[in-house]
């Protein structure tokens, strides 16, 4: 599916992943930047299409296909492990971006970071309490 | 008081204090030199741009196994050495304190040694940094 066919059925809710080579590590060192890569994913975050046009496309494109194949969720392109710098760690990259976009956002942090100011409060009553306790076995 | 303090900025610190950071978190990362680590300056960067150079020139050295002309090109090592600092560069503020700062992480060029558990002194200072 291409980007155009994602936003006719989704509309804004469809996801699209862009990047040129020059953010291909790989590409760089080879002086090889011009192409670019694009992954689409429905309103759930599975992938169902990706665009590749750049040196070994032909290679890198075989991982979306499997991916889309299988009906993998966009993250799963992330977590697996890619050598670095390689033309196929686009994927993750793109993934990456797709991640940071989804969950590092405001919305997450209006949760996270009341948690970690417990944690913070929880870690310095339990040093006060550390400390007094030695001082008690001191006094003994 | 930190949530995480990371001590080296290399591609493991780097992605952690990132992501640590986009969560919301308070983090500190001390690096005593460069941000980027041995990858982006002495490893994979520089090999691969140096790969790419004596693989062309093998290549066009083997050219007739494609049915060309071989050819043996010159090798100026001073301008291969340029194009691979030339990559580095390109790939650098990726990794730079500025990016790492704008990402809301606390860039500290020190060397840190831990005095507590959940401690961590700075060696130029003696100032100390927390988490927990």
Redesign the interface.
Known sequence: MTEADARQRWGDDAVVVSHDY?HV??A????RTAGFSTLVGDRRGRLVGATVVGPTAGEVIAEFAGAITRGDDISMLYRSVHP??TYALGAATLAQTYL?QR??TPR??RV??PL?AV??AA??IV?AIRTWASRAEDLR | MLDLLVVGGGTAGLIASGIASGLGARVALIERTVTGGDCLWTGCVPSKALIEAANLRHAMRHADRLGLTPVTPDVDLSQVMRRIRHAQATIEPEDSPERMRAMGVDVIHDDARFVAPRTAALASTGERRGWG
């Open positions: 020059g590590d790989r760089v060192t080879a002086a670095y710098p940071q969950w590092l997450t942090r996270t970071r970690f944690l913070r870690d310095t040093g």
